[in-house]
């Protein structure tokens, strides 16, 4: 039930926006204050309100509603300190579980990388098989600005998940490797706020990639035997492969992503045909291993890539060349052996290291791959430049930091066209 307000909109991005839309509709009389950590709100008819006065508001009982952008965490003391108040905390996603769903069908999809890639796929799969699906959540879309559709396909990252409040009918996971944890605080909480999409008891079905399936926390969470997934038939993996073979999909982990979404889409009434044909027309998102040819360069914008894993994924797309990668970002303590592991297996022709995780990548790099060509740059923008006049040691040029961008971008999308501007002044 929505209360009358007063509302607190903690967050100020694109979904804090959508749900002051969504209580201008539902409640137009009602006061809405909004708070962010940093800077300015910008929200239309929302009073920006000071972090320091929400004590003071929340014992005077000043908010009959939180809404929590996902960016906010759900252990932050102010989000924590409104729920023992006994003020409901809720989320764009579960307003819209609520008031918007309706009858849809819904696919839910997380998982630490492929997320984008496998929703994306999904429902492209169901709307080249004449299906009214709708794609949003994480991804572009936030669930309030969706629309009616038949089926509802959402990616949602592990802050959407950690308080979701409803059962989706179709559960996807891709893979799990922790992450996020400066929200999360620990390992064992992200996966079990990343795994709280998967209910204790419920009518869902449920499929995973290769490397989820055989997570012991996926196990842990018992599910049904009959919830789970048919796997597809030899037969159809083969026609899949080759279709996959035949697009703008690179790398082992999109064939995986690939035959998640197609048993996903299945599962929601897609034909064989409408999934071959939705991998035919897929094209890559931006920033996911995203190629440009500049200078005779292949150029290749990984910027979402913030984990090691992600790098060693997109090393892997590109094993066949001379690669020249660019690693490095915000340090928020990740382990990087998995990927110094396959630098020492198979080291890139050229590595250049950016601020701030690259220093320790490097100093790992040396010890264990002494062979690998290794450069340090303060910036993107400098790391092109030495390219410039090392041209004849790569064929291709990967932006696959392994990092967050915050110490010098606003998001890794401004990240990504940063790294492609400096190619096309250096290379082009």
Known sequence: MLPDGPFLLYGAGREARSTRRFLKEMRPEATVDVCVDNGSAEIEDARQVEINSLPAAYRDDAYAMVVRSPGVSLYKDEITAAKDAGIPVTTNLNLWAEFRKAGALTIAITGTKGKSTTASLTHLMLDKSGIDAGLGGNIGVPPLELGDHDVIVLELSSFQCADIAFTPDIIGITSLYPEHLDWHKTELAYYRDKLNLIPEDGDYRFAAGPQAALHPQ???????????????????????????????????????????????????????????????????????????????????????????????????????????????????????????????????????????????????????????????????????????????????????????????????????????????????
């Open 218 to 428: 996926i196990a842990a969470r018992h599910i049904p035997i009959g919830a789970q997934l048919p796997a597809l038939e030899p037969v159809f993996e083969d026609e899949i492969f080759d279709a996959i073979h035949a697009s703008k999909l690179v790398g082992q982990h999109n064939l995986e992503n690939a035959m998640l979404a197609a048993r996903l889409a299945r599962a929601a009434g897609a034909t064989d045909e409408g999934i071959l044909e939705g991998i035919a027309a897929f094209e890559p998102l931006p920033h996911r291993l995203e190629q440009h040819d500049i200078g005779g360069k292949k150029v290749v914008n990984d910027s979402i890539a913030t984990t090691a894993h992600a790098s060693v994924a997109a090393l892997d797309a590109f094993a066949a060349d001379r690669v020249a990668l660019i690693i490095g970002g915000f340090d928020r303590g990740q382990d990087y052996s998995l990927l110094i592991d396959r630098i020492a297996a198979n080291a890139p022709a050229l590595i250049i290291a950016l601020p701030d995780t690259g220093a320790r990548i490097a100093g790992q790099i040396e010890r264990a791959a002494p062979q690998a060509t290794l450069l340090t740059a303060p910036d993107i923008d400098e790391a092109l430049a030495m390219l410039a006049i090392r041209t004849e040691y790569f064929d291709t040029v990967l932006l696959s930091p392994g990092a967050p961008s915050f110490n010098q971008f606003a998001n890794y999308e401004e990240r990504g066209r940063a790294f492609l501007d400096a190619a096309r002044r250096h290379l082009g």
